[in-house]
Structures are given as structure tokens and as C-alpha cells.
T-cell receptor
Framework: DTEVTQTPKHLVMGMTNKKSLKCEQHMGHRAMYWYKQKAKKPPELMFVYSYEKLSINESVPSRFSPECPNSSLLNLHLHALQPEDSALYLC?????????????FGPGTRLTVL | SQKIEQNSEALNIQEGKTATLTCNYTNYSPAYLQWYRQDPGRGPVFLLLIRENEKEKRKERLKVTFDTTLKQSLFHITASQPADSATYLCALDMNSNSGYALNFGKGTSLLVTP
């Protein structure tokens, strides 16, 4: 299984809602990532988990809260988001965290904040 | 600061021709450089990785070159097909004290017409 799955595919939420994005991989990868991508822009790194520990947080606002319950699962908890947070949220995984480790991406969750 | 530059203009070519995409970088000394393909509304898909001591890498109709003196990588698709139409992203490892992660260029949109 060489797939990264993400749910839901689409999410519409109000600014006062709390929701979660889910990502799963069964490739035995030890690193997992969250990216945010706006239209016609490159993926922008948000968080990196390495061996289930948060290793990089790219100064992301606290209204985004990541969680890695186990090595196969990565969540992104959303609370009190702003309309400008509307974007495609991509999850990725890699074998390790080195230069030779290519990343496998999921299809993304299209988030709209009203 | 570290910068990755890719042709911002879309590249339109005729089927059967060779497409050449450029990735330039500044303030990096990467040991590896990666190329990804992204289709609209989907996550990027890994294509090729090239090491700093490799001048050229090939995979089927794809060829990547890496010139660390010019700080440039070229990505070629020979005998291009309409199915090659997509956005192509180059990626380098980020300069992060917290660990390893990828930094993506803005991507070049390629359109191959019959």
C-alpha cells in the first residue's frame, strides 16, 4: 500500500466551529507532514512529525493544532479559523527525515472557512 | 534568505517536442534536489531526485540535470504528450534548525497541445 489517505475531501466551516482533518498512511513511514497550499502557490510547510514527535512547527497560529496519535495517523485540529485560512491542506509522509527521503502526498482536504 | 525560482510563466508546447523547465536557487547548498508533478486539486507526486555529485538523472522520458556552480536544475520531458500537462515543482531541503523538511518552488505550469 503506497497511499496516503486524507479525510474529508472537502470541508466547509464557520469561524466559530471546531473540526479536524485526518491523514493516514500504512507504508511504515516515520515522518509525516502538514502543508497548506493556496491557489497558484507552492505547498507551504506547517508541521513535521518525526517518530511521532513534533520536530518542526513553522510558526503556525495556535488555531491549528496537530496531533500524531501513532506512527500511521496524523490529525490537524482546527478552531476559530479565519476566511484567509481557506486552502488545500495536504498531508505527506516519508520513510525518514533526510535528503534522500522523498515525500508521498495525499489528495488533500479542500477547506473553506465562511 | 533561501530562494527557489521557477519560470513563473506557463510553458506551452506542441505534442512531441521536448519541454525544458528551469529551477534556480540562491542561498542554498543542497545535497539533493527533487522534482514533483502536481495536477489541479491533487497532491504533488514525486518524479526524480538528483544528488549534488550527479550531473544528470534519467527516468523514461524524463531527464534532470543539476549544476551546483550555476545553482540550477533543468527538467526535460522528451516526446511530450498532452497527459504531461501539469504543474512541475522543484524542491530543496529547508534550512531549519529543527530538522529536515522540503521547500518547494512556485512551480511551472506546462501545457502540451496536440
Amino acid at each position: 500500500d503506497t497511499e496516503v489517505t486524507q479525510t474529508p475531501k472537502h470541508l466547509v466551516m464557520g469561524m466559530t466551529n471546531k473540526k479536524s482533518l485526518k491523514c493516514e498512511q500504512h507504508m511504515g513511514h516515520r515522518a509525516m507532514y502538514w502543508y497548506k497550499q493556496k491557489a497558484k502557490k507552492p505547498p507551504e510547510l506547517m508541521f513535521v512529525y518525526s517518530y511521532e514527535k513534533l520536530s518542526i512547527n513553522e510558526s503556525v497560529p495556535s488555531r491549528f493544532s496537530p496531533e500524531c496519535p501513532n506512527s500511521s495517523l496524523l490529525n490537524l485540529h482546527l478552531h476559530a479559523l479565519q476566511p484567509e485560512d481557506s486552502a488545500l491542506y495536504l498531508c505527506a509522509s516519508s520513510q525518514g527525515v533526510g535528503g534522500l527521503d522523498t515525500q508521498y502526498f495525499g489528495p488533500g482536504t479542500r477547506l473553506t472557512v465562511l | 534568505s533561501q530562494k527557489i525560482e521557477q519560470n513563473s510563466e506557463a510553458l506551452n508546447i506542441q505534442e512531441g517536442k521536448t519541454a525544458t523547465l528551469t529551477c534556480n536557487y540562491t542561498n542554498y547548498s543542497p545535497a539533493y534536489l527533487q522534482w514533483y508533478r502536481q495536477d489541479p486539486g491533487r497532491g504533488p507526486v514525486f518524479l526524480l531526485l538528483i544528488r549534488e555529485n550527479e550531473k544528470e538523472k534519467r527516468k523514461e522520458r524524463l531527464k534532470v540535470t543539476f549544476d551546483t556552480t550555476l545553482k540550477q536544475s533543468l527538467f526535460h520531458i522528451t516526446a511530450s504528450q498532452p497527459a504531461d500537462s501539469a504543474t512541475y515543482l522543484c524542491a530543496l531541503d529547508m534550512n531549519s534548525n529543527s530538522g529536515y523538511a522540503l521547500n518547494f518552488g512556485k512551480g511551472t505550469s506546462l501545457l502540451v497541445t496536440p
